[in-house]
Structures are given as C-alpha cells and as structure tokens.
DNA sequence: CAGTATCCCTCATGATACTG
DNA sequence: CAGTATCATGAGGGATACTG
C-alpha cells in the first residue's frame, strides 16, 4: 500500500501552506484590519483619544468582551496606547499611536476603492442572482 | 417596570449596526478580501487565466470545496469569469475582470503597509508579551 | 468605571464520498 | 476534469454575572 495517501498529501501541503500564511505580512495585516471590530475601533479613534466608556458607546453593537479583546490585541501589536488614570473611578484612555494612525491611509483606500466599485459589485451580484437566464434562450414550457 | 432592559437596548443597537454595517462599502469589501482564499485566487490569476486544476495545484492546501466555493463568489461579484469549454473532459477557465484586475493595487497598498511596518507590530507584540516589566521597576524576591 | 470569568451556541471550514 | 453532497468539529462571538 502506498506509505502516504492523497488525503496526507493534501494535509502536508496544507501545513507547508498555514506556515507560510503565518508569516506572510499581507497576510496577518488583512487579519488584523478585515476584523470587523477592529475597523471601528481604528475609525473611531482617528480623531483623537477616547475612554473605554466612550468607545463602547461610539461602537454601538460591541459586547464589553469583544471591545476589550479588540483593544487588547491592537495594545499588543503597538496600534494604539492604552494610559490609565488611578483615579476614582478609574480613568483609561486609549489613542492611535504614530503606528496606528499610518494605518488609516490603507483604510482610507480600501473605503475609496469600495465606494467607487461597489456598485458594479452589486449589480454584477443581482444579474448572477436572476441566474444565467440571460445568456440562456427563455426555455419553452 | 422597564419597558425595555439594558439587555434589550443593546440587541436594538446591534441589529442597527448590523443593518449598517452590512450596507457600508468598505465593509462588504473588507469582509470579501480579507477571506484567506479570496486573496490567494486574485494573486494567483494577476498573471492571467487559469484552470480550475491549476489554482488547485497552485493554491496547494485548499479543499475542492473552498475553492469551488470562493470562485463562485468571485464570480458573483463580478471579478472574475469562468468559462466553460464543452470538450471531454470538460475545461474550465477564471480569469479576472476588469473590476477584479482593479482591485490589484489595493491589495498591492496592503501588502506595502504591511511589508514596510510588519517588523514593527512584531517588535511591540514581543515587548508586550515579555509583560509590561519593563516601565515597571524590576520586582524584589 | 473598566474590566474579568463563564457558559453557550452558531456558523464556517474541512474531510470524505460520489457524479456528469 | 471539475465539480456536488453530506457530515463532523471547533473556534469565534455573544449574553450574563461578578469584581477591584
């Protein structure tokens, strides 16, 4: 029998393949910025620093768990600072650093392709939806 | 009593978010490219046409199922075409649309960002992860 | 105020098998 | 060759309750 099938095959390229993609910038950029509370947090924080209170309202959907993961991971790969008051009640502000606010440029990018196309998107959407009917003669009954 | 709990206030939020967000351009193209395979099908066709096959072998660990499914989408979305060619065995050829080689360049801006400023998320997530030891005064036995 | 801890549940992904 | 169909799993995200 053969010392390796198809499927370890396959498994093996997928390994070679996930390491690859783990060091690949582009790669943990569009990780990091395509999630969706990441953006907003980013956009939010664009004109200036912001309390966690703040945040949490500004973002209006976010559970505290998430905001404070999201913030967490952007803290950790130097995005943005966090600076907390030992008042009472606590005081923590968070604000992009020099790092972060290079960022908003590739943001600001991604927006301005999106609202130039995404109208041939969605059209483009809506004939493939109606199906290839159009390339296809009106079948008979 | 409460006509509507804190609890209740903040699943309208959301659901009013979530209409939002899904209607926002940069969102919509966010959460297409930042799809692992997305991003792997548009490289692999920047140089032109290829067979289902061949972005099989190319893309090495993906599933017949995840392409299949990512090319649909693309497709979809009108950045790229896929033609069939009734010989036996059957071809099929995707190949990208204008709209999808327009998407080039912002991949090309992300993938800049991030090959300029990689090194420095990887720099601040080690002194991050090493604990915040350093702006602390080394702790005594 | 600004979190942490816990449970729960969905949905996306992948492996496998089958087909025109 | 180029898919479709089906099933299993596991990680991400939310709701809830508690705390310094």
Do not use: F
């Not at 943990?28 to 949490?56: C, E, F, H, T």
């Not at 130039?116 to 109606?130: L, P, S, W």
């Amino acid at each position: 029998m053969a010392t390796r099938t198809a499927a370890q095959r396959r498994a093996d390229e997928r390994g070679a393949y996930d390491a690859y993609l783990a060091t690949c910038p582009a790669r943990q950029l569009l990780d990091r910025i395509s999630d969706k509370w990441v953006s907003l947090v980013l956009n939010a924080l664009a004109d200036g620093p912001l309390r966690y209170g703040d945040l949490n309202r500004i973002i209006a959907g976010v559970s505290q768990k998430m905001l404070t993961q999201t913030l967490r991971a952007l803290e950790r790969d130097g995005l943005l600072t966090r600076t907390v008051t030992p008042s009472v009640p606590v005081r923590v502000d968070y604000q992009l650093t020099a790092l972060g606010l290079s960022l908003l440029p590739v943001m600001a990018s991604i927006k301005s392709w999106a609202e130039c196309h995404i109208e041939q998107v969605q059209t483009a959407r809506t004939d493939y939806d109606r199906g290839t009917a159009t390339e296809l003669p009106a079948p008979g009954p």
